[in-house]
């Protein structure tokens, strides 16, 4: 995998600081994820499934591999879904709803 401005979340552990969500049929399988503070999150079907593939265990890079197998991306698309998906991660952190290994809200 090589995409760049990754700020090192490829190789760290992320971890969901919020766990509950529900995906949502009604609504184009898209999913909604509902903070302790009330707060609501909805992301379309292929990030719930990069959400869906963020346990304790796994880095960022596992993960979007993950989400690129359980999606059936192929290999010409490949880098391009790296390229968002590494985005998204990036922008989950910055709204606090996941924590990678090492940042100052891991520990």
């Excluded at 919020?18 to 898209?30: C, G, K, S, V, Y």
């Excluded at 010409?76 to 290994?101: G, K």
């Amino acid at each position: 995998m090589d995409v760049q401005q990754d700020d090192g979340i490829l190789d760290r552990k992320i971890t969901r600081m919020f766990a509950p969500f529900r995906r949502m049929p009604e609504l184009d399988n898209n999913v909604m994820l509902l903070t302790s503070d009330g707060e609501k999150h909805m992301f379309n079907p292929s990030a719930g499934v990069l959400w869906e593939a963020i346990d304790d265990l796994r880095t960022g890079a596992e993960i979007i591999e993950a989400a690129k197998a359980s999606l059936g991306i192929e290999e010409e698309d490949a880098e391009a879904f790296e390229r968002t998906a590494v985005d998204f991660l990036l922008e989950l952190r910055d709204r606090r709803l996941i924590a990678i290994e090492n940042d100052d809200v891991w520990n």
